[in-house]
């Protein structure tokens, strides 16, 4: 049986910290023992820990706590936290049933993945009829589905692709498994990696402050992910061994990809530089914006520095930092399983897909010589 356990957060020593709910001489949670503070739900996917903000008060704690576990058990819950049957269940409006794999997705995947999954269901559930169950949708539905997102959202087959892949797992979570199999699914396109060019990353960084040089040189000497490099706190930089690493951070609800942090060498130059960096109004973060809090305009930014250096804002975002990192350091020289590591790949194929061939060889080309055929002119 799925276990889920109440914390509450509280302040001790100045540092806010999670604690179990006390019990009494009768063994009884303790709900008035612990002062003031915010209530979390944490439980195990895979062996992996949760946790989940529940509210202000013990009710709303315990009310979170109960519906996370019917979610876990895969027992459906009407909007007022009733049990349904599997005959309501299969009745059910396609909505409906898209909202409650939605609380599933919730409990089991990253914020930017439920956002994926949120974009994709929505667009299915727009495409069909009101009254429309997941137990009527046949695979002549798909393919015009397909059409749809082709047609309105000018989405390349990739993309089509993928959001079939989101559509086949809620299907299967609906009992319709393999409804997909008899899908023309369009053909996938191999794309190659993007990287900046050297031409690129010198007219951008001319056109930085001294502040926006830091964050983006972060970007582009570390490889990570946005929302890594947005939760940077000073901590988790190690200025004597010149290491940034990637962790947890339960009370802003962030955790690493698949839950794994890890630790990232990085070059003396940039350490130093973030050595000199100011800390902003005392604020744990590294970046944060100009209240001392999460930066959640890095994108923005990044453009606007394009725009001043006189490049094609199009052509610049930060996914592309990660990617040019990767590159970068496999043409440096580095093992795969190494940069692997340091990218935070679940797979080596992943990390694979970065050894690509150099693009800036034009000069050294110039310069080849082959006697007879290319001469010194």
């Excluded at 990287?195 to 402050?209: P, V």
């Excluded at 070059?267 to 930066?295: C, I, T, W, Y």
Aim: hydrophobic residues 40%; glycine residues 6%.
């Amino acid at each position: 049986m799925p276990h889920v356990n109440i914390l509450k957060q509280i302040k001790i020593d100045g540092q806010w910290k999670l604690v179990s709910i006390p019990r009494d001489e009768h063994g009884r949670a303790d709900w008035k023992a612990l002062p003031e503070g915010r209530y979390f739900i944490e439980w195990r996917v895979h062996g992996k820990k949760k946790r989940q903000v529940a509210g202000a008060t013990a009710a709303e704690a315990l009310e979170a706590a109960r519906r996370r576990k019917h979610i876990l058990e895969g027992r459906a819950l009407d909007p007022e936290g009733h049990e349904l049957d599997a005959e309501e269940i299969k009745r059910a409006p396609l909505h409906v049933a898209v909202k409650r794999y939605l609380e599933v997705v919730e409990s089991l995947k990253k914020p930017n993945t439920l956002r994926k999954y949120k974009a994709v269901l929505n667009r299915f559930v727009d495409f069909f009829p009101a009254r429309t169950t997941a137990q009527s949708i046949t695979p002549d539905d798909l393919n015009n589905f397909m059409v749809y997102l082709k047609r309105n959202y000018r989405l390349d087959n990739n993309s089509v692709i993928h959001n079939l892949v989101i559509v086949a797992q809620f299907l299967k979570k609906q009992g319709r498994a393999g409804l997909t199999r008899d899908v023309d699914l369009p053909e996938a396109i191999s794309t190659l990696p993007e990287e900046y060019t050297d031409r690129e990353l010198e007219a951008f960084f001319a056109a930085c402050t001294k502040d926006e040089y830091a964050l983006f040189l972060t970007f582009l000497l570390t490889g990570f992910r946005e929302q890594e490099v947005v939760h940077l706190f000073w901590d988790d930089i190690n200025f004597t061994l010149n290491t940034i690493r990637v962790t947890a951070k339960p009370g802003l609800g962030f955790s690493p990809k698949r839950w794994e942090e890890r630790e990232v060498p990085v070059p003396k130059r940039l350490s130093d530089l973030l050595k000199a960096h100011p800390h902003r109004n005392g604020s744990h973060f590294v970046f944060p914006s100009p209240r001392g809090n999460r930066e959640l305009h890095m994108l923005d930014i990044c453009k606007e520095i394009a725009k001043r250096a006189k490049l094609d804002p199009e052509r610049f975002h930060l996914r592309k930092f990660r990617s040019t990192y990767a590159t970068r350091m496999l043409r440096a020289g580095f093992d795969v399983r190494t940069v692997q590591h340091w990218m935070g790949h679940k797979s080596l194929e992943t990390t694979m897909r970065y050894l690509s061939p150099a693009k800036d060889v034009h000069d050294k080309l110039d310069k080849v010589q082959i006697a007879g055929v290319l001469g010194n002119g």
